[in-house]
């Protein structure tokens, strides 16, 4: 990720990273935008990363996206729409599986949050993610405003059965 100090106008890097033990057969990345008008926003300069591995007892490859999103609400509005995109473009996800994962900076019952799993719209998109926790554990988070729920958020897309995946 990238950001500049007051003052500065130098691009500083930080921000996520993927890691494998199977082999990495590409990788972008995605220059999130930002409004440096958000009084509610961090400045930082986010991204978010894509890496397709090569997984071979998923059948294949899979798409790895990996974000840290901001502390705005409405920055991450703008930024899973954003996301969403990328990993729902069939020539940029080239996998089996798409997996998201990452510091969202979101509680469950928020509206980007509720747009990556399709429960909710933003200006018209919505999402096809699958929470992996809530499918896992749905009587933990069987409430709206569950608050024992992970805010990390790891989702996936794909047409395999959750038990052939573990």
Same mark, same amino acid.
């Given at each position: 990720?990238?950001?500049?100090?007051?003052?500065?106008?130098?691009?500083?890097?930080?921000?996520?990273? @993927?890691?494998? @033990?199977?082999?990495?057969?590409?990788?972008?990345?995605?220059?999130?935008?930002?409004?440096?008008?958000?009084?509610?926003?961090?400045?930082?300069?986010?991204?978010?990363?894509?890496?397709? @591995?090569?997984?071979?007892?998923?059948?294949?490859?899979? !798409?790895?996206?990996?974000?840290?999103?901001?502390?705005?609400?409405?920055? &991450?509005?703008? =930024?899973? &729409?954003?996301?969403?995109?990328?990993? =729902?473009?069939?020539?940029?996800?080239?996998?089996?599986?798409?997996?998201?994962?990452?510091?969202?900076?979101?509680?469950?019952?928020?509206? *980007?949050?509720?747009?990556?799993?399709?429960? *909710?719209?933003?200006?018209?998109?919505?999402?096809?993610?699958?929470?992996?926790?809530?499918?896992?554990?749905?009587?933990?988070?069987? $409430?709206?405003?569950?608050? =024992? $729920?992970?805010?990390?958020?790891?989702?996936?897309? $794909? !047409?395999?059965?959750? !038990?052939?995946?573990?």
């Amino acid at each position: 990720m990238s950001y500049y100090r007051t003052g500065d106008l130098r691009r500083e890097e930080e921000g996520p990273a @993927i890691a494998s @033990i199977y082999p990495i057969v590409h990788t972008e990345y995605l220059l999130l935008s930002r409004d440096l008008g958000d009084k509610d926003g961090d400045g930082h300069q986010r991204a978010c990363l894509h890496a397709v @591995i090569d997984v071979p007892h998923w059948g294949g490859l899979v !798409d790895v996206f990996t974000v840290h999103l901001s502390l705005s609400e409405r920055a &991450r509005d703008r =930024s899973v &729409r954003e996301i969403w995109s990328m990993a =729902s473009n069939t020539s940029v996800a080239r996998g089996v599986t798409q997996i998201l994962l990452g510091d969202l900076n979101a509680e469950p019952q928020e509206r *980007a949050m509720k747009f990556f799993t399709g429960d *909710a719209d933003i200006e018209g998109d919505t999402g096809a993610f699958v929470d992996a926790w809530t499918a896992v554990h749905p009587e933990v988070c069987a $409430c709206v405003a569950c608050i =024992s $729920c992970p805010v990390t958020f790891v989702a996936f897309s $794909c !047409d395999m059965p959750y !038990d052939a995946m573990c």
